[in-house]
């Protein structure tokens, strides 16, 4: 979690006392192992997760912010792309509320296997993408880089490993206009993509983390300018995750 300056007072020491606490992390990774969650289970077969990391699991921290935005909105109005599978729980949690196939694009070759043995424990019918989508770019591929945490890779957060993914332009994505959400946790490259957001004429859903690690005031109040001036209208937050909706649709 990347939490803005207020959030940070109240949750820090709760962060680490329950969410990264390498003590929780141990027990969970060497006596429980799995994750679970609710009627959902996850296997964890990925090196690069901090052992610390793992006691999210164990208190089911794990990708708070956004799971509790998608248990409150989505529902069987909504058919979903994902950027960003991980472990494939978010995948997972909109498939279970909205009953629909889902589109998923992960840049992290080396997360697949695990990702979509995930998906399909949980009975997920789903379309995987080892592509970074694009919108009208000229350059066919793009680098990101991998961090130790598989959660941080990114785009725009420089390490020592860095990858070569193909980019796959939204209009050769099969049935691309028939889904109206967009899920994105991409550690920064949210902005890219609501930059681009006019050009996703049948979006009108919209899930997204923004990075404060990444961005500056001026950089979020241009993000929300950029939505608002395309007819999106926040619905709900938690902490640093938002749900828009564009004008004109009905929400419950």
Known sequence: MVFDKVSKIVVVPIYYLIHHNIIFGFIHKYLIKKFYYKNLRFNLDIDSIPIQNHSSFLFKTYEYNDRVLIERNITKKNKSIIIGGGIGFIPAIVHKYSKKKILIFEINKKILGNLEKNLKLNKCSYKLYNKNLSVKDKKLKKNFYLSKDFLASSSRIKTKSKIIVQNLDYRKVTSFNQFNTLVIDAEGDEEYYI????????????????????FNKNKINKIMRILKKNGFV???KCFNSFYFVRKGEVWK
Do not use: A, G
Not at 195 to 214: A, D, G, M, P, V
């Open 195 to 214: 930059r681009k957001i006019k050009f996703f004429k049948k979006i009108r859903y919209l899930f997204f983390e923004l990075h404060f690690n990444i």
């Open 234 to 236: 926040m619905k709900d």
